[in-house]
């Protein structure tokens, strides 16, 4: 029978239903058998693995099956969470703790990603409680935050350290695109070595072996070849005769027998030059070994056959990922279209323990340094191999960072290219002794990653970097490839820090929470050396559209059914009538109206009057523009400017006469617009953008938040200063919520 450990809160028995959800998960900690495997919980794991990772190789129940076969002789527990119904997160854990309650996942070195299927979002005070003994610290060892990134746990004090830079061959749009991405220096190279290998007699091979009948065979060519060179000389080839050797044997073929494994063979002749071992599963490839043989090294064998392995997988696998595992250096990351790196992560049991053994490995020069020495960032933004350029205007960017804004601007209009120059012509540039626009551009490989708009002036804490955005601005991001992760915006953080001038703060605002650019942001602000905070900008009222018109105004209020039929009735009796201008010889006029009711509304004058009027004649070019008015006779007495671009309706400005109120105008305007924004536009969303106004909940059913980032340098004095407020205005608004929640005591029906 397995042995069993139960965190406290599960050994209590359980809780009713609706009070489950905020109780910590029960873990379990079963004794592993490593000649069985994961045994009778091979199926869970699997499960848990196809619903966390799409079935990641490396994660597969045969590959740790193998892993504990071989290499589990030390002793391996199975810690398994459940929700009370079936397994939620499963890890493997070395059997005996380190010493002073430290514990480590089960890590052999044959596997490059940690055996743990751990979702971001687990409370692993439940696994802590029930380790034995009084475990202060458990370092998750090899994490792919691909694959889930385990550096913000909930519940627990997390501290990472980057260990490895992987990347990864992206198989989408063919190997002709790729390669002609790829460095010209690379690109010549690989021409000499390929003139080289043509060259020699007995002409070049590609063999690939599949089949599970020729996997053993080509397996022990393979230990040859790598036992023939340096490895063989240090001891560390796998072999016929030892764990290694039998291992990978077992592997690759159990995975032939699924048509997953691969070896591919570059020959001369009847010489084996390069071998590469590898598994490929629903379009993921991930590279195993590689070995070649030295006496024939001016040939570059092992890279040429890296160069055939991709051609024949991007025909292979077309759309799909080739993920190597591997400790890059420069020469290899050339290959590449993204990196990330591989993190240890220790959690800790509370605070105070990670403060002190953290100062313990600062004091000790042994045992319980376990290697966990800080990387520094500078080494890391060296091995990416990326650059950074700054600019000072949308339009002298390049094409292709044009390009990537152009891909975010799909997403917000306020993203764009266009929006950025019109805030930077209209706003900034007025005064530009105030205000230094200073739009930063990663590139790697030639290849541009990110384009990050900022503007450097002086705010509340004196020198300050912020994004380029102002209150004209909804909703800001930087521009981020697809395959980018926060590691990679490392150089662009620090080239960002290095020409801010001392600034003391770096703040961008307004942002999607939820976004993906939102929390790279802050993970690589953080990377970068700051002290990162988010803090509220404002709520945005929005409609998620599900119907149309007629369905959509039986769900508003009465009133406001009421008053749009009533006023419809009076306001054309009157001689008024609405308009929608969208562009050609109509715009001037209207946009000389939507000024007129502008300066006679209650709204205080536009301190840079040229913005508006600029974005208007850009929404009208690039066919967003929906500027309604409304006239009464021949006066102008409301206006209202949306924009449609991308499935969304925002509702940017509107304004209305005080004189003419009662006919209600900007509700007419409002329900015009938003009949056609449903009926003929087919926007998804409605968005009122900025603000709380109690009138947006009339006309919209959710609320969201817009939050920004705030990063201090607390190298710099101001900057200290910024966070010591930060920190005591966060613990006062801690103190506040616990004073103002009342105790279940108070409660009569508790």
């Known amino acids: 029978m397995p042995r069993e450990r139960l965190a406290p809160s599960a050994r209590q028995g359980r809780v009713p239903q609706e009070a489950a959800v905020s109780l910590p998960l029960c873990w379990q900690l079963h004794s592993i058998d490593p000649q069985q495997g994961l045994g009778v919980h091979r199926a869970a794991w699997d499960r848990l693995n196809r619903a966390q990772t799409a079935g990641h190789a490396m994660l ?12 589990g002789a030390g002793g391996v527990q199975l810690a398994v969470a459940h929700d009370g119904q079936a397994p939620v997160a499963m890890l493997l854990i070395n059997l005996r703790a380190r010493g002073l309650g430290v514990w480590s996942s089960f890590m052999p070195s044959q596997t490059q990603v940690g055996p743990s299927l751990v979702p971001t979002d687990t409370d692993l005070s439940g696994l802590m409680a029930a380790l034995p003994g009084y475990a202060g610290e ?68 590609l063999d690939i072996i599949s089949a599970p009948e020729a996997i053993a065979t080509a397996v022990d060519r393979y230990a040859v070849l790598e036992s023939s060179g340096w490895k063989g000389r240090e001891g560390t080839a796998i072999g016929n005769d030892n764990s290694q050797g039998r291992f990978y044997a077992e592997l690759m073929q159990t995975f032939a027998q699924r048509g997953e494994a691969l070896i591919y063979e570059l020959w001369l002749g009847e010489e084996l030059l390069a071998s590469r071992m590898l598994l490929l599963r629903d379009g993921m490839a991930v590279m195993l070994k590689t070995a070649f043989h030295e006496r024939f090294e001016r040939l570059a064998p092992g890279r040429i056959l890296l160069l055939r392995t991709l051609e024949d997988l991007f025909k292979r696998a077309p759309g799909g990922i080739v993920e190597f595992y591997t400790n890059a250096e420069a020469d290899l990351l050339a290959w590449s279209t993204s990196q990330r790196w591989i993190n240890h992560v220790s959690v800790y049991r509370h605070n105070g323990l990670a403060v002190l053994y953290g100062l313990l490995r600062r004091s000790t020069r042994g045992w319980l340094r376990r290697g966990k020495q800080p990387v520094d960032t500078a080494i890391m933004v060296s091995r990416s191999g990326a650059s950074v350029e700054t600019y000072a205007h949308v339009r002298e960017l390049p094409v292709d960072a044009i390009a990537l804004l152009h891909r975010a601007e799909e997403h917000h209009v306020e993203f764009g290219a266009d929006w950025l120059a019109n805030l930077i012509d209209t706003v900034y540039a007025r005064e530009p002794r105030l205000h230094e626009v200073r739009i930063l551009v990663l590139r790697r490989q030639g290849r541009v990653l990110a384009v990050v708009p900022t503007v450097a002036q002086t705010g509340t804490l004196g020198r300050e970097v912020s994004a380029l955005s102002n209150f004209y601005t909804a909703i800001y991001a930087p521009a981020l490839d697809d395959d980018l992760e926060a590691e990679d915006l490392l150089p ?67 009133q406001l059914r009421s008053t749009i039929k009533r006023m419809n009735k009076k306001f054309a009796s009157e001689g008024g009538r609405l308009e929608v201008v969208r562009d050609g010889d109509a715009l001037e006029v209207a946009l000389a109206a939507y000024r007129d009711v502008y300066a006679r509304s209650w709204k205080v004058p536009e301190p840079y009057p040229d913005f508006v009027p600029g974005l208007i004649r850009l929404c009208a070019r690039r066919g967003w523009l929906r500027l309604g008015i409304a006239w009464l006779h021949d006066k102008p007495v409301a206006v209202q400017f949306w924009i449609i671009a991308n499935g969304r309706a925002n509702i940017y400005k509107l304004a209305y006469d005080q004189a003419h109120k009662a006919l209600a105008p900007g509700t007419l305007l409002t329900a015009l617009l938003m009949e056609q924004a449903l009926d003929l536009e087919s926007v998804q969303e409605v968005d009122y953008l900025i603000g709380d106004a109690p009138y947006k909940a009339e006309w919209m059913s959710r609320r ?13 004095l101001h900057g200290l200063v910024g966070l010591v407020r930060q920190t005591a205005g966060n613990a006062w608004r801690r103190l506040r919520t616990l004073r103002n929640t009342p105790h279940p005591a108070d409660n009569p029906a508790s």
């Open 60 to 71: 597969d129940g045969g590959f740790i099956d193998a892993l504990l076969r071989h290499f």
């Open 138 to 205: 458990l370092d998750l060892l090899c994490n792919d935050p691909r694959f889930g990134d385990l550096r913000a746990l909930p519940g627990q004090p997390v501290q990472s350290l980057p260990h490895a830079l992987t990347m990864s061959v992206s198989l989408r749009n063919g190997f002709d695109d790729y390669w002609a991405q790829r460095p010209r220096k690379l690109i010549q190279n690989m021409r000499r070595y390929l003139r080289r290998l043509q060259s020699e007699p007995g002409g070049e091979r």
């Open 492 to 558: 662009l953080t620090r080239a960002l820090r290095q020409g801010g001038a001392d600034a003391a703060a770096y703040r961008f605002s307004p942002m999607d929470p939820d976004s993906r650019e939102f929390a790279l942001l802050k993970r690589a602000l953080t990377l970068a050396g700051l002290s990162t905070h988010a803090y509220f900008s404002f709520g945005n009222w929005y409609e998620p559209v599900r119907q149309h018109w007629p369905d959509y105004l039986k769900d508003r209020s009465g």
């Open 704 to 716: 969201r938040e817009r939050l920004g980032l705030v990063a201090y340098d607390p190298l710099t």
